[in-house]
């Protein structure tokens, strides 16, 4: 009886900021007061709130842009990954615990020890503040964690099924494309869902990366439209904008939530 008390109220705690969230963005624009922000207004206003940051920080393109990117570079960093993984665990390449650990490698060094090269090499380029460059460096730094999960998988997987299809005749591509590639969907959707949250949660290569509305994605966007609340955006505006933005990752996670726990699983093996 004592642990459910504890757990309730760590779970209350826990939701505290969210339920501030919800009641501030839903309340009118005008009425927002610090003193009263725990009291729901008692009107609905999410959506007008919401209608209002799109129009003054221009959401539309930047909404657009991160779609694009955390669709296209996911589906390329998990096929990039899978074939990583294929090649060194079933095609058995030459020294492949080390083209692993220099694929891996990478993840060791922070995000921000790489802005400033990038910075200058995506300018240099010809890249900085294009949904090509965009697109290219979320890629890149999603191919690891697919190389890593899926480098597991195709371990657990039977040498077996590979020289019955080379004995069948079919070509090492063919074998990947139409065997391997199909019974890794669980751990290939599981890190797509963990992919397609980072990017569009990404404010830190947006920021650098990226100048103009239509090509930054919508967290850096945000983050200027939050910035704008000292300078006159009321914060309900801000909050709905913040709440609304959000809501793709959690209903991707809702209802894939089983095949991301399986493919997780399945990819430790």
Do not use: C, K
């Amino acid at each position: 009886m004592i642990r459910r008390i504890v757990l309730i109220v760590l779970g209350l705690i826990w939701l505290g900021p969210t339920y501030l969230l919800i009641v501030n963005a839903a309340r009118p624009a005008a009425s927002y007061d610090p003193g009263s922000a725990w009291a729901p207004s008692g009107d609905f206003a999410l959506l007008d709130n919401f209608g209002r940051a799109l129009d003054s920080a221009d959401l539309t393109g930047s909404l657009a842009s991160t779609a694009l990117y955390a669709v296209v570079s996911p589906l390329l960093g998990v096929v990039i990954g899978a074939l990583a993984g294929y090649t060194i665990v079933v095609l058995r390449l030459r020294h492949g615990f080390w083209w692993f650990l220099l694929i891996f490698g990478g993840t060791v060094f922070p995000s921000q020890m790489l802005l400033v090269p990038l910075f200058v090499g995506y300018s240099d380029a010809g890249l900085y503040d294009s949904r090509l460059g965009m697109i290219l460096i979320y890629t890149a730094i999603n191919v690891p964690l697919a190389a890593f999960v899926l480098r597991n998988f195709y371990t657990g997987v039977a040498f077996s099924i590979f020289e019955a299809a080379r004995m069948d005749g079919a070509s090492t591509w063919r074998i990947f494309w139409r065997i391997y590639l199909p019974i890794s969907l669980s751990a290939l959707t599981a890190v797509f869902i963990l992919e397609f949250t980072f990017i569009w949660n990404d404010l830190i290569f947006g920021l650098t990366l990226t100048q103009t509305q239509s090509v930054r994605p919508v967290m850096t966007a945000l983050a200027g439209l939050m910035t704008d609340v000292y300078a006159g955006t009321p914060v309900p505006v801000g909050l709905a904008a913040g709440l609304v933005v959000s809501l793709p990752t959690v209903v991707l996670f809702l209802a894939t939530q089983r095949l991301f726990a399986r493919g997780l699983s399945l990819g430790s093996v």
